[in-house]
């Protein structure tokens, strides 16, 4: 019997279920990043987590990966395969009912994919009004919380180049990274998916990833402090990588350790 729902016979996952209450979703996305590196880098980053936390937690089951995402914005570029962020978020209320109903009381998402954000708070919700208390962690937000220069550059940027060659180098061709280039319309210059920069001010825009980028990185402006903008991810290695995900998988293990005692006071 292992940690690992998919790994399972019914009947293990039925005595596994008696003691183990809190469900660890990995949730990625299958979509462009830029010339360097994979489709699949945003789920393999989040079933890779997922697997080292199920490897030493005693608290939680781990459920498969959800690989699509909400990234319709990148589907100008070939192979990227998304859904809205209405289906993603009924996809995994769904499958969270069905992990309701054999005695899960929490929920964690590992999350590697930072368009899914909006259809997991609406399963979050969702859940919070069956008491049920759910946390999203957002990988390389929390390795700029413990290290701010592994902070968000951009799509594709340096760590997430580096977390990548630690988990799989042969799909990685770090080569071929680069800065990116943002693109600009007339005098406004786009900062990253959703804001461009006008005489000293930022405006929200409409935008698609092509609007932005001719080779799918890009540069994400503003997202963290203490970042160095001018870093290539040409300069990444896998023990930047390792480093960043066993900072990334210790802080999860110490989250988890707290988070299955958490308890709602006020319960409808």
Not at 19 to 38: F, M, R
Not at 184 to 203: P, Y
Not at 252 to 265: A, K, M
């Amino acid at each position: 019997m292992s940690n690992f729902i998919y790994e399972n016979t019914w009947e293990e996952n039925q005595e596994a279920m008696k003691t183990k209450k809190l469900a660890i979703i990995p949730v990625g996305s299958s979509e462009q990043h830029g010339p360097a590196l994979p489709v699949g880098t945003d789920w393999i980053i989040a079933d890779y987590l997922a697997r080292r936390v199920g490897e030493k937690t005693d608290k939680g089951l781990v459920t498969p990966v959800f690989p699509y995402g909400h990234a319709l914005y990148h589907a100008d570029f070939a192979g990227t395969m998304a859904v809205s962020q209405t289906t993603l978020a009924q996809y995994v209320k769904e499958v969270c009912d069905c992990l309701i109903s054999y005695g899960f009381t929490h929920f964690l998402f590992l999350n590697g994919h930072g368009g899914n954000n909006n259809a997991l708070y609406d399963v979050g919700q969702y859940l919070r009004l069956k008491n049920i208390p759910v946390a999203n962690i957002q990988w390389f937000e929390v390795a700029g919380d413990l290290k701010p220069e592994w902070g968000l550059i951009g799509h594709g940027d340096i760590t997430e180049t580096a977390v990548m060659m630690h988990i799989n180098p042969d799909i990685v061709k770090v080569e071929r990274a680069h800065i990116p280039d943002n693109q600009k319309i007339g005098n406004i210059q786009f900062l990253d998916l959703h804001r461009g920069e006008f005489e000293g001010g930022s405006v929200y825009l409409n935008l698609r990833t092509r609007d932005v980028t001719k080779t799918g990185d890009l540069i994400e402006f503003g997202h963290s402090a203490g970042v160095d903008y001018s870093k290539s991810a040409r300069e990444a290695t896998a023990e930047l990588g390792k480093e960043v995900c066993d900072a990334v998988v210790d802080y999860t293990l110490r989250f988890i350790d707290e988070f299955v005692n958490f308890e709602f006071d006020y319960k409808k």
